[in-house]
């Protein structure tokens, strides 16, 4: 196990993750098959204390950057898709309590547990009556004398039987309009949740658990969060989940890769006569891996700039256009390698089986939808140059 406070050294931080995803892999097969939460993956995660990878040090937590995080996702991508996915999803909604705190006694409280207890953070932004639109709220925050009451009804939420905190969006009040939206931070113990839609069996990303519920949070008006919700999601919800989600594919497609090489190696080992064809398509898989990785760097140095001269227009687009790009290659990729295997490629097992890695990629572009993504963007791309500078 590793102390939290020894995970700002980046030998350790490396090691700890290396552990978990050695776990998760162990696993992956079996969450896949049964659709069941990665739970000795997740375990493993707390106990090695990368739940609180972000949290700075006044907390309690080693505050690493967001690049460090994105590598965890890589790692625990490559080892299994639906764990990795758990981990992006988590840290993303870490990096939303941490950035929009302010000033709050009881969020800080929160984040020094958060680092302590190991809290798994997951999000419930979404609602039936918005045809899942995250920038509006049906539901509504409902102060009473017994304190703060809200009901959200068909809130699509990920790992909820396994998260400890729950970052719900809602109207601030009655009368406010749909997009009036603020965040509360409603405890495991004082959330309610109970199932809304038919039961979880996807055909990738099986162990995420995605589900629809009708949530009710009863807590302290204390748990909402300062400030509007567009902003934590503007400013932070969005270009870390991009960039971390983008990080777990970055993480299925090299392993996918990963797969085809060591087919081909094995074939040369016996004998078999190297066929140009499938040598072209490594090169093939191999440029589109590092597009992604690319895409993957060049927005985590925009989220990272320190000047922040890039407009807010220009990193909105640039996260957006990450994600459906990323969603795209991930797909690539993973049939790339699938045409070097073959049809032990194709198997549900064996050495060289990829059916978990092709199933979790296709589940990229419709996790936020990509054709959504684009159409917001269609208005806001008409008026900006296509050539602008490096």
Known sequence: ?????????????????????????????????????????????RAEGLLGLLVPSRY?????????????????????????????????????????????PWHETLLERAVR???LVASATTEAATGGAIRQSACFIDLREDGLHLDKCGAVISYAHAADLFLVSARR???????????????????????????????????????????????????????PFAHAMSETMLPCSHILLAAVWLGIAGSALSRAKAFLRARNRVGTP?????????????????????????????????????????????????????SELVVRATQTALRICGIQGYMEEGDFYLSRHLRDAHSAMVMVNDDRI?????????????TREL
């Open 1 to 45: 196990m590793s102390s939290t406070t020894a995970l700002h050294e980046p030998r350790v931080a490396a090691a700890a993750a290396a552990s978990s995803a050695a776990t998760a892999a162990r696993h992956a097969d079996t969450v896949d098959s049964t659709g069941t939460l990665p739970q000795a993956a997740i375990d493993s995660l």
């Open 60 to 104: 309690g937590g080693p505050g690493l950057p967001l690049r460090e995080v994105a590598n965890v996702c890589r790692g625990l991508g490559e080892a299994c898709g639906a764990t990795g996915l758990i981990y992006a999803m988590h840290q993303s909604q870490a990096a939303v309590l941490i950035g929009h705190a302010g000033e709050s």
């Open 117 to 119: 207890e190991q809290f």
């Open 173 to 227: 009040s009655a009368e406010a309009a749909a997009s009036e939206q603020q965040l509360v931070a409603s405890l495991r113990e004082q959330t309610t949740l109970s199932s809304a839609g038919p039961c979880w069996n996807p055909l990738g990303m099986r162990g995420a658990c995605t589900q629809r519920y009708d949530l009710q949070a009863r807590c302290a008006p204390e748990q909402i969060f300062p400030g």
């Open 274 to 326: 190297r066929n140009p064809i499938s040598s072209l398509r490594l090169a093939e898989g191999e440029a589109l891996v590092q597009q992604m990785r690319a895409l993957v760097a060049a927005n985590l140095s925009l989220y990272e700039s320190a000047d922040r001269a890039a407009s807010a227009t220009d990193r909105m687009v640039s996260y957006n256009t990450l994600k459906v790009s990323a």
């Open 374 to 386: 684009l159409g917001n963007l269609s208005s806001v791309v008409l008026g900006m140059p296509i």
